[in-house]
């Protein structure tokens, strides 16, 4: 079954630690995504990547880094940078055309997220 | 300024009755619309959505509604399941291909269905 997975579920942190977070997708999609979403709060966009060897900042990307080599995985990386980096952080992804508007490139799939705590 | 609102943190429906889920948002830009599901330690899942230039999206028990003038959304689910107990976020975004997955997200509603 095509999906999206990330790595790992839970994960703790020293605070001043960097730490990577994984995500692959076989939906053969070629737009990534990562959102953070805090207790009681929306999900908020932190990078996002329409194309391999490109990516863009979303609204809340200080402190984070990514990359995109692969078109199957977007790894988050949180930085010490990160001021405040305690949250539930989901990885998403969608169809997308370089030019022109695709039906359905509004959808996204989601992992199941990974829950990072700092100690 | 928070675009998208969803006003009520928790509904509470009883089993087979209608359950109604309410979403705001400010910015007229937004052509596209979409609700999303999701289940505690779980990512969201896909549920419905509309595009501006309709005022009606049906699927099976779910049903959105779209305002434009009042820039209100709403999501009617009949009848209620108790499996439909989760957190349901609403969504906008745009019609442009490099805009079309930057959704933005209200806080989400608690509906939670009483057996």
């Known amino acids: 079954d095509g999906g999206i997975t990330q790595s790992p579920k839970y994960l703790f942190r020293k605070e001043g630690q960097n730490v990577t977070l994984s995500c692959e997708q076989n939906l053969n999609h070629d737009a990534m995504y990562w959102y953070r979403q805090d207790p009681g709060q929306g999900l908020r966009l932190i990078y996002y990547s329409q194309i391999v060897n490109d990516f863009q900042k979303g609204d809340i990307a200080e402190g984070y880094s990514v990359s995109r080599e692969k078109k199957e995985s977007f790894p988050l990386t949180v930085t010490s940078a990160q001021k405040n980096p305690t949250a539930f952080y989901l990885c998403?992804?969608?169809?997308?055309?370089?030019?022109?508007?695709?039906?359905?490139?509004?959808?996204?799939?989601f992992g199941a997220g990974s829950r990072l705590t700092v100690l | 300024d928070q675009q998208v609102k969803q006003n009520s943190p928790s509904l509470s429906v009883q089993e087979g009755r209608i359950s109604i889920l309410n979403c705001d948002y400010t910015n007229s830009m937004f052509d596209y619309f979409l609700w999303y599901k999701k289940y505690p330690a779980e990512g969201p899942t896909f549920l419905i959505s509309i595009s501006s230039i309709k005022d009606k999206n049906e699927d099976g028990r779910f049903t959105v509604f779209l305002n434009k003038s009042a820039k209100h959304l709403s999501l009617h689910i009949v009848p209620s399941q108790p499996g439909d107990s989760a957190v349901y976020f609403c969504?906008?975004?745009?019609?442009?291909?490099?805009?079309?997955?930057?959704?933005?997200f209200g806080d989400g509603t608690t509906l939670t269905v009483k057996p």
């Open positions: 969504a906008a975004s745009f019609k442009t291909h490099t805009n079309a997955g930057k959704s933005t």
């Open positions: 998403a992804s969608s169809i997308f055309r370089l030019t022109g508007y695709l039906l359905g490139a509004n959808v996204l799939t």
